[in-house]
């Protein structure tokens, strides 16, 4: 008993909520981009549709090192964008905590983008329409009308969204790197303890991100399972 | 109070081209499904877009396209009742009142409750849109319709969700409803009972065309052609040769009858109503058609007849000539047994083109 105080005491603390902070900023920005462009995707032509759709999804079907290759290419401070944010805005991405939340929010982004079309998809179109009979503004008809609709399906893409950004590896690594204290997260830390032969403190960090991942499916079910109470079982 | 619409829109093979003009107060269009009777009233309320056209509520334009005028739908202040109610799911009834309204905060919520009750669905409001009956359902939108005071209130086949025996006590009580709604309704259906009920004016469609259009009772009195007369509800039909002004042959039933009004020279086809008949027994009558019959049908309250005309053999397959009856001639049938004959009133028949 009195070894686990210690070793909770002693233990660094950091990656938690380096991994906590993203996955929120992350959430959050991937929740208004997946909606808007679902939202948009909807509205296109077929054609269009696919191409476009195809993009949007590449980055959950991509190894999350590809992406992260990319993001170094945008983002580097020696390349145009790279440049423009660090000359001009002051804005540095690679190696800092913003990083963290840019390579996050690109892998988990699809997930958010493909929950919300699909539940956008299931709305009845009549809705809409009556809302815009009854002069109901866009935005109106969007806020208070589809996304209460569609909410379910866009709560488990929220979640979902979170629970993949907070334990993003592949691209985070690549991009933001792991300086412990500042862009050092949960999964990276796990890495980096089991390397260094820290199997203590990494299978707590494995029981921690379990425990975390498991709340998040379990949150779905009860969400996205009040709404299908007539489902029949077979 | 004047709807005029002229809407041309094609999609595909389908073409809608109509003409719609009425000072009257309760319009009925009467089409069979996927004659374009929804779009029409779609594009009233601007949910889609003609390819060109024009519509105008009391003079004012809602949509024209030579002069590029096509206003949203926001700003048409059209009442749209869907056939599903399209009732915002997540929002109470209160709420599903509340939100066309733009007005402070106090008045609307007291044009809202003064509509809910006047609707009879008071002790309803904070209920959701699935907790509630299909009757309940349609009085909570057109609460909502009524609410927000539509220039114009368009229904899209309003009874059609609702179960059999709902139909006829909803119709009534939305008429009553409607009753001191200052605008003009316009009633999309393909029951011909319920727009029979409905209308002053109707407008029969088909296949994107207006067919024909007048006053109710000149619709189920004189449809112009047989498809009209099917969709007044006419069953039986037979090709016409017109020997002179007052006289027509009818070959499949084997009756030439001599008519006293004058017979338009391009008729072709006649129609008569299947509980029009009198039946004859024994001695031949004038314009008796010969028949047996070939299948029955008891319903509770009615017999449905059908009869083969004698000219019909195997080779040669004539339409069954369907004779309804109720009550006393139920009666008198059961009695009697199956008449030799059916005779034709000659003022009753509808003279048709194809």
């Not at chain 2, 086949?157 to 409803?177: C, G, H, N, T, V």
Request: glycine share 8%; proline share 4%; net charge positive.
């Amino acid at each position: 008993m009195e070894s686990i105080t210690e070793f909770l005491q002693g233990l660094d603390w950091s990656p938690l909520y380096i991994s906590l902070k993203t996955g929120i900023a992350a959430t959050i920005l991937s929740f208004f981009l997946g909606l808007y462009a679902a939202r948009k995707v909807i509205k296109m032509s077929t054609k269009a549709k696919s191409i476009v759709d195809g993009i949007l999804t590449l980055p959950m079907v991509l190894p999350p090192t590809v992406a992260g290759f990319f993001l170094l290419l945008i983002f580097s401070r020696r390349r145009p964008i790279g440049i423009f944010l660090n000359d001009a805005l002051n804005i540095q991405v690679v190696q800092t905590w913003l990083g963290c939340v840019v390579a996050a929010t690109v892998i988990a982004f699809p997930l958010m983008y493909r929950n919300a079309r699909a539940a956008f998809e299931q709305i009845d179109a009549n809705l809409v329409h009556a809302g815009r009979t009854l002069g109901m503004s866009e935005f109106a008809i969007f806020w208070k009308i589809v996304v209460p609709t569609a909410g379910p399906g866009i709560a488990s893409g929220t979640i979902l969204t979170f629970a993949r950004a907070m334990g993003e590896y592949g691209a985070t690594s690549m991009l933001a790197g792991n300086i412990p204290g500042k862009t050092g997260t949960v999964s990276q830390s796990i890495a980096m303890v089991t390397e260094s032969g820290d199997y203590v403190t990494a299978g707590f960090w494995v029981a921690v991100v379990l425990v975390l991942a498991f709340l998040a499916v379990f949150a779905i079910n009860m969400i996205t399972g009040k709404h299908i109470k007539n489902v029949k079982s077979w | 109070m004047r709807l005029s619409a002229e809407i041309f829109r094609k999609i595909g093979n389908f073409c809608l081209d109509i003409k719609i003009e009425s000072n009257a107060k309760r319009i009925g269009i009467l089409g069979a499904s996927g004659s374009g009777k929804s779009m029409t009233l779609r594009s009233i309320a601007g949910i889609e877009t003609p390819n060109r056209g024009h519509i105008e509520i009391d003079g004012d334009v809602l949509y024209n396209s030579s002069k590029r005028i096509d206003l949203k739908p926001q700003k048409r202040n059209v009442g749209y009742m869907f056939q599903n109610y399209a009732l915002f799911p997540t929002m109470t009834v209160l709420q599903n009142v509340l939100c066309g309204l733009k007005g402070t905060k106090e008045e609307n919520l007291e044009k809202a409750m003064a509509m809910i009750s006047r609707m009879g669905i008071n002790g309803l409001e904070n209920r959701l849109p699935g907790e509630l009956s299909g009757g309940q359902q349609q009085r909570v939108a057109l609460a909502r319709i009524m609410v927000y005071n539509p220039r114009v209130i368009l229904l899209d086949e309003p009874f059609s969700a609702l179960d059999i025996y709902l139909r006829d006590k909803m119709q009534r009580e939305m008429y009553e409803l409607l009753a001191d709604y200052k605008g003009q309704t316009l009633m999309v259906s393909h029951s011909r009972d319920e727009l029979y009920r409905f209308s002053e004016e109707i407008f029969v469609v088909g296949d994107g065309k207006i067919m024909q259009s007048g006053s109710t009772d000149s619709i189920f009195n004189s449809p112009i052609s047989v498809a009209i007369a099917k969709l007044t509800g006419c069953k039986n039909f037979a090709k016409i040769q017109v020997v002179n002004s007052h006289k027509i042959n009818i070959p499949d039933w084997g009756v030439t009858l001599d008519l006293t009004r004058e017979v338009p020279q391009d008729t072709t086809w006649i129609g008569y109503r299947a509980h029009l008949f009198e039946p004859v027994w024994g001695e031949k009558d004038s314009n008796c058609i010969k028949v047996r019959l070939v299948a029955k049908d008891e319903l509770p309250f009615e017999t449905n007849l059908y009869f083969a005309p004698e000219i019909s053999s195997k080779e040669n397959k004539i339409e069954d000539i369907c004779w309804f009856i109720q009550g006393e001639m139920r009666k008198i049938v059961e009695q009697k047994g199956m008449p030799d004959y059916l005779k034709i009133s000659e003022e009753k028949i509808l003279l048709l083109k194809e």
